[in-house]
Nanobody, 122 residues
Framework: QVQLVESGGGLVQTGGSLRLSCAAS????????MAWYRQAPGKQREVVAA????????VYADSVKGRFTISMDNAENTTRLQMNSLKPEDTAVYYC???????????????WGQGTQVTVSS
């Protein structure tokens, strides 16, 4: 069983910073990539940032480029999202996703975390 557990959400003022973490645990054979998504009330879930190739390749949504940084700690199977210069429009539930191959099932699946609330006050 593979699980993703997120932490680090909260309430911050405009211009502030938060760091989200997502730890993958369980019987993991390999992690192909991890990503952060967000969903604001009344809106569709959108990808914020993704990391692959052990952390060497990263992509970002245009709305967060230059403000957010995604990283991958391969030793801890953890991805982090450093969010700086936060804006009210960044308010959303943030979800971690991982493309993971479990040890006993040599096939890749997408797993999701439970979500963590990020609220940016104006």
């Amino acid at each position: 069983q593979v699980q993703l557990v997120e932490s680090g959400g909260g309430l911050v003022q405009t211009g502030g910073s938060l760091r989200l973490s997502c730890a993958a645990s369980g019987s993991i054979f390999s992690i192909n990539g991890m990503a952060w998504y967000r969903q604001a009330p009344g809106k569709q879930r959108e990808v914020v940032a993704a990391v692959t190739d052990g952390g060497s390749t990263t992509v970002y949504a245009d709305s967060v480029k230059g403000r957010f940084t995604i990283s991958m700690d391969n030793a801890e199977n953890t991805t982090r999202l450093q969010m700086n210069s936060l804006k009210p429009e960044d308010t959303a539930v943030y979800y971690c996703a991982g493309d993971i191959t479990p040890t006993m099932i040599r096939a890749r699946y997408r797993y999701w975390g439970q979500g963590t609330q990020v609220t940016v006050s104006s």
